[in-house]
């Protein structure tokens, strides 16, 4: 399997950025896919985005869809998560998956490797 650890999170303010990190070790050198997920206080785990094995395709969730960007870099074993104009709403600890396999899925279910998690406060 494919170990995951996350960083990047913090506190920020409405309306800025931040960009989370995960990087992989392990079982690298198979095709895996990798999502980020996140889990507010007291709800499910939600998928925010997902990218393929060769970058080649992107998903996002609605609220994720234009203000974040999934990219990656298989040299560094390094998968990052662009997010801009951050809103409270995206308050969360952010967590990232990974699977064997070439393209990656919106459901928590399909993953069997995950982070620690990394925490994103957003305040108003």
């Known amino acids: 399997q494919v170990q995951l650890v996350e960083s990047g999170g913090g506190l920020v303010q409405a309306g800025d950025s931040l960009k989370l990190s995960c990087a992989a070790s392990g079982r690298t050198s198979s095709p895996y896919a990798v999502a980020w997920f996140r889990q507010a206080p007291g709800k499910g785990r939600e998928f925010v985005a997902g990218i393929s094995w060769n970058g080649g395709v992107t998903k996002y969730s609605s609220s994720a869809e234009d203000r974040f960007t999934i990219s990656r870099n298989n040299a560094e074993n390094t998968v990052w998560l662009q997010m801009n104009r951050l809103q409270p709403t995206d308050t969360a600890v952010y967590y990232c998956?990974?699977?064997?396999?070439?393209?990656?899925?919106?459901?928590?279910?399909?993953?069997?490797?995950w982070g620690q998690g990394t925490q994103v406060t957003v305040s108003s």
């Open positions: 998956a990974a699977e064997l396999s070439p393209d990656s899925y919106a459901l928590p279910s399909e993953y069997r490797s």
